[in-house]
C-alpha cells in the first residue's frame, strides 16, 4: 500500500516536515519515526492510527514538545517549535496547545470552574476575563449550570466536558488527544466524541488525535496511517458517510496488522 498524494501546501496550522526520531546509538538504533511530513489544516479534525510500535505517540510528544526530533521540523503557526529554548517551552504550551487526556487529569479539590480556568490564572489575566471566558466555553459546551461543583459530583460526561472546555480555553492553535477514549465504555467513548466533533464543526477547533480505534477515528475529516515509523496510507471523509468512512478504516487497518482495535 502506498500513501496518497501528500496533503498540505505548506500553508497549514501545523506543518510536520522530514521529521525523524531515532533513539539508540551506533549499531542499535530504534528509528521511531522515520521522515514523516504531513499539513494539518486549521479546522481539522485528523486521526493518527497505527499498531503499537508505529510512531504514532512519539509523533504525538515531538508536537507537544515532550520529546525532541533527531531531525527535521515541526512548525506550529508559521513558529519552528523544534527550534524554541528549552525555558521558553512551558510558555508555548499553555498559550499555543490544548490536550484531552484519557483520565482528564482533573484536579479534584478545585471546582470544575477553577479547574477550567487555571490556566488562564497562571497566564495572570484579569478576573473578570477569567469569568467571562469559562462561562462562554461552559455555555457552548452545556456545563454551565455545574461550574460550582467539583469532579466528584459530577457525570462522566460531564467530566469530559469539563476536560475539553479546558483544552478549548486558551483557544489553542491545535488540541492534541492521546487515545482519549481509550479508559472509557462504549456510551462514554461515543459522548466524548460527539462532544470533540461539535468542538470542530462548531467551534472550529483544529484536533489531532491518536487512537487505536476505528470507531473513534471514524469521527475525523482525515485518518493518516503510520506502519514502522513512516507514512503508510492516508483516506478523506469527505462526503462518506461514518459507516462507510469507518469500514475504509477497517480496510486500512486489515492490511497494516498489528493490535489495531477494528471494532467497538
Known sequence: MFISKERGSGM???????????????TNITKAVDGISFDVDEGEFLAIMGASGSGK?????????IDTPTAGFIILDKKKITQIKEEALADFRRENLGFVFQDFNLLDMLTIEENISLSLIINREPAEQVEKKVRNIAEKLGIRDILKK???EVSGGQKQRCACA??????????????PTGALDSKASRMLLE?????????????????????????????????????FNEIIKGTKSRKAFFNEI???????????????
Open 57 to 65: 505517540t512519539t509523533l504525538l510528544n515531538c508536537i507537544a514538545t
Open 195 to 231: 462532544t470533540m466533533k461539535e468542538m470542530n464543526e462548531k467551534m472550529n477547533a483544529t484536533i489531532l488525535m491518536v487512537t487505536h480505534d476505528a470507531f473513534s477515528a471514524a469521527y475525523c475529516s482525515r485518518v493518516i496511517f503510520l506502519k514502522d515509523g513512516k507514512l
Open 150 to 152: 467539583f469532579p466528584c
Open 12 to 26: 497549514g496550522v501545523l506543518q510536520i516536515k522530514n521529521l525523524k526520531k531515532y533513539y539508540g546509538q551506533e
Open 166 to 179: 479546558r483544552a478549548l480555553i486558551n483557544h489553542p492553535k491545535i488540541i492534541l488527544a492521546d487515545e
Open 250 to 264: 477497517l480496510d486500512i487497518l486489515t492490511l497494516l496488522g498489528g493490535d489495531v482495535e477494528n471494532v467497538r
